[in-house]
């Protein structure tokens, strides 16, 4: 989950969500109503491994 949901963002601090201190499920929930709590890209790849917001070492290394 703390890979997936984006705590850096304007939706993040707008919503206050870090007061509310959530859960997985509750971080879960979120991210089904505010698509913008989504860390960005997602990518899927070979095998159905998934890569989630940008890190060019990860890349370098899974995609190249």
């Known amino acids: ?3 997936l949901f ?3 963002g304007t939706t993040y601090r707008t919503l206050k969500l870090k007061d509310l201190d959530l859960n ?3 971080k879960l929930s979120w ?6 709590l ?3 890209p997602v990518i899927e790849y070979s095998n159905n ?3 989630c917001a940008f890190n060019e070492d990860i890349y370098t290394k ?3």
Not at 31 to 36: F, P
């Open 49 to 51: 491994k998934v890569l």
């Open 6 to 8: 984006n705590t850096r």
């Open 38 to 40: 989504v860390k960005r």
């Open 24 to 26: 997985d499920e509750q």
């Open 62 to 64: 899974e995609l190249l």
């Open 1 to 3: 989950m703390k890979q």
């Open 31 to 36: 991210l089904a109503k505010e698509n913008m």
